[in-house]
């Protein structure tokens, strides 16, 4: 009889082992998870803080093209704004739109181009850019992973019972698979004040 006991108490001392191992598995990938979605935000306030200073570098030129410095702005506002990760993945997804039409645009214009300080915030933002999507793909690979884990069993049992929420990926806008459209009015020749 004291067999039995024994081996009941061993199987649900294992058994609790086994569920406080799986929670304590899905607490590690949300954490993953949150962490990861921190580094996504670090490269997109980098990106942030490069932007006003390659605008105040260009705009003085492109004058004729204010709409797309004030999409610019309005992302940037709306990101700031954002409490979720969702909402700010969307409000990025803006940003990299109108940063998309800025630098089609700048293209017309080889004075920009020549410009050392243009041309030397053009590379960090492109190194930034790489950034931004290299974080984004870790961000998704945990979040696979996490949603991978909750669905199979027997964690899903405890991610069932303790709340544990499939998360969200990281997805583009919808047509950003698409070059943006840029209409380019040309600038009147400067005249001389000879």
């Given amino acids: 009889m004291k067999k039995i006991w024994i081996v009941i108490g061993a199987a649900i001392i294992f058994l609790a082992l086994g569920l406080i191992g799986f929670y304590n598995n899905l607490i590690t990938k949300t954490q993953a998870i949150d962490n990861q979605w921190a580094q996504v935000e670090t490269q997109y306030q980098r990106r942030f803080d490069l932007i006003p200073n390659l605008v105040s570098s260009v705009e003085g030129i492109m004058t004729q093209e204010q709409t797309v410095f004030g999409q610019i702005a309005e992302a940037r506002t709306r990101y700031s704004g954002a409490t979720t990760p969702e909402e700010k993945a969307k409000a990025a997804t803006q940003v990299e739109s109108a940063l998309g039409r800025l630098l089609v645009i700048m293209e017309n214009y080889p004075e920009l181009r020549s410009a050392e300080n243009v041309s030397q915030l053009m590379d960090e933002l492109a190194g930034t850019e790489n950034r931004v999507a290299v974080e984004r793909r870790r961000y998704n690979d945990l979040v696979r992973d996490y949603n991978t884990t909750i669905k199979k069993f027997?964690?899903?049992?405890?991610?069932?019972?303790?709340?544990?929420n499939e998360r969200s990926y990281f997805e583009a806008a919808e047509g950003a698979e698409q070059a943006p459209e840029v209409e380019i009015q040309p600038q009147p020749p400067e005249e001389s004040s000879e």
């Fill in 154 to 164: 027997p964690a899903n049992l405890i991610a069932g019972t303790f709340s544990f």
